[in-house]
């Protein structure tokens, strides 16, 4: 019998899945919420959801999706000992988190210019809540990406990287209940 358990398979350090669960357990709430209360209004939400851009978020989508891609790239190479080529991959998967915010804070502007606020329709308040909730997940993965494209031991590229897909995660499940969803 051995003494290895699955947490011992686990990539990355046990601390980092702990919070990538706490986590995905306060988005899964959020979302939950979103379609309870959405039960109780869905023309009022619907009405509302026309309101977004959605080749903007699908765009986005793409873009999280590669910069997701090129994390996992990036303990690739490093495990065959390409350090330079894992951390340009790092920075790149950051810049597209960049690139990522720059998207949707032009969403956020265009919503201000259409006077539509948090308080304009209970699916707003989701709205801001939810996306505004994983843009600061957004924003600390960037600053995990590069902090572990400067240390760059295989060990913390694999945590940050387990990071940036939860990121990645909840924003497809975002995406289509928000964007998507009639």
């Known amino acids: 019998m051995s003494d290895e358990s699955v947490l011992d398979e686990l990539p990355g350090d046990l601390m980092i899945w702990v919070l990538i669960v706490s986590e995905l357990l306060v988005f899964g709430a959020g979302l939950a919420a979103f379609l309870a209360v959405r039960i109780t209004d869905p023309a009022g939400f619907a009405?509302?959801?026309?309101?977004?851009?959605?080749?903007?978020a699908g765009v986005n989508t793409v873009v999280l999706v590669t910069s997701g891609a090129l994390a996992a790239w990036a303990l690739r190479l490093r495990e065959s000992a390409r350090r330079g080529a894992a951390?340009?991959?790092l920075v790149v998967a950051a810049?597209?988190?960049?690139?990522?915010?720059?998207?949707?804070?032009?969403?956020?502007?265009?919503?201000?210019?259409?006077?539509?606020?948090?308080?304009?329709?209970?699916?707003?308040?989701?709205?801001?809540?939810?996306?505004?909730?994983?843009?600061?997940?957004?924003?600390?993965?960037?600053?995990v990406l590069l902090l572990v494209a400067w240390k760059d031991a295989p060990r913390n590229i694999e945590?940050?990287?387990?990071?940036?897909?939860?990121?990645?995660?909840?924003?497809?499940l975002l995406f289509p209940v928000i964007y998507l969803l009639r």
């Open 47 to 56: 009405e509302a959801q026309d309101a977004l851009h959605r080749t903007g």
């Open 159 to 172: 945590a940050g990287a387990a990071f940036w897909h939860m990121v990645d995660l909840v924003w497809v």
């Open 95 to 143: 810049a597209l988190g960049v690139v990522f915010l720059w998207i949707k804070g032009a969403e956020y502007a265009a919503k201000a210019a259409q006077s539509i606020t948090w308080d304009t329709h209970p699916f707003f308040t989701f709205y801001y809540l939810l996306t505004g909730f994983h843009a600061a997940h957004v924003v600390a993965g960037v600053l």
């Open 87 to 89: 951390r340009l991959a």
